[in-house]
C-alpha cells in the first residue's frame, strides 16, 4: 500500500534561513509525488510535483525538492525563508484508482518563520 | 481566471439540520473531489466522481452524499449533520489520470452548534 510520512510535524526556522521540510514514501510502483501549501483558511495550492524526468524539481516561490528513489523520499527545500512562507505543507502521492487518481496526504507540517 | 469556487465559505447549521455545500469549476475536469479536513490533520477524501462515475471511499458515513448534475457543479450533502461532521470541507478537481495534480477551492468551514 502507499503511503506517505512526513517527518516533524512543526518546524521552525529564522527568517533568512534554510527550510528544509521532510517527506518519505512507500510505493510499489513509480510514484507520482505532490507538495501542496496551505494557509489558514484557506485551500491547498499546489507547489509542485514529480512524475518523471528531471529528480530536482523547480516550484513556485523558490522552492524546490529532489526526488532520490534510494531513499524513497521527496524532501521539500528553499534557500531562504521569507515570513509569508509561515504555513501547513502537505506531502502527497498520488493513488491510481480506475480511471482516476487520488491523493494520499502525509500528516502535514506547520512551517513557523521567526523574524 | 479558471478556478475552483466554493460557496459558501462559511456555513452554519443546527444538529440534524440537513445542508448542502457547493462547488463550481470552469477548469472543465472530468474529476471532483470532496474532501474532509479537520482542525490539525490532513484532508480525507470523502468520495469522487470522475464524469458521472461516483466514487465513495470505503469509509465514508452514510450521512454524506453528492451530487454532481454536469461537468461544472457538484454538492455535498450532509443528511444529518453531527457535532462531528464540524469541519473545512475542500473540493477539487483534476483532469483524471494518477499523474495530475488536483486543483483545490478554497474550502466551507462548516460548524454545527
Known amino acids: 500500500a502507499q503511503s506517505v510520512t512526513q517527518l516533524g510535524s512543526h518546524v521552525s526556522v529564522s527568517e533568512g534561513a534554510l527550510v528544509l521540510l521532510r517527506c518519505n514514501y512507500s510505493s510499489s510502483v513509480p510514484p507520482y509525488l505532490f507538495w501542496y501549501v496551505q494557509y489558514p483558511n484557506q485551500g491547498l495550492q499546489l507547489l509542485l510535483k514529480?512524475?518523471?524526468?528531471?529528480?530536482l524539481v523547480k516550484g513556485i516561490n523558490g522552492f524546490e525538492a529532489e526526488f532520490k528513489k534510494s531513499e524513497t523520499s521527496f524532501h521539500l527545500t528553499k534557500p531562504s525563508a521569507h515570513m509569508s512562507d509561515a504555513a501547513e505543507y502537505f506531502c502527497?502521492?498520488?493513488?491510481?484508482?480506475?480511471?482516476?487518481?487520488?491523493?494520499?496526504f502525509g500528516q502535514g507540517t506547520t512551517l513557523q518563520v521567526k523574524p | 481566471d479558471a478556478m475552483v469556487i466554493q460557496n459558501p465559505r462559511y456555513q452554519v447549521t443546527q444538529f440534524g439540520k440537513p445542508v448542502t455545500l457547493s462547488c463550481s469549476q470552469t477548469?472543465?475536469?472530468?474529476?471532483m473531489y470532496w474532501y474532509q479536513q479537520k482542525s490539525s490533520q490532513a484532508p480525507k477524501l470523502l468520495f469522487h466522481y470522475y464524469d458521472k462515475d461516483f466514487n465513495n471511499e470505503a469509509d465514508t458515513p452514510d450521512n454524506f452524499q453528492s451530487r454532481r448534475p454536469n461537468t461544472s457543479f457538484c454538492f455535498l450533502d450532509i443528511r444529518s449533520p453531527g457535532l462531528g461532521d464540524a469541519a473545512m470541507y475542500l473540493c477539487?478537481?483534476?483532469?483524471?489520470?494518477?499523474?495530475?495534480?488536483?486543483?483545490f477551492g478554497p474550502g466551507t468551514r462548516l460548524t454545527v452548534t
Open positions: 514529480y512524475t518523471t524526468g528531471a529528480t
Open positions: 477548469l472543465n475536469h472530468n474529476v
Open positions: 477539487a478537481t483534476s483532469r483524471g489520470q494518477v499523474s495530475y495534480e488536483q486543483y
Open positions: 502527497a502521492v498520488s493513488l491510481g484508482s480506475g480511471n482516476t487518481g487520488k491523493l494520499i
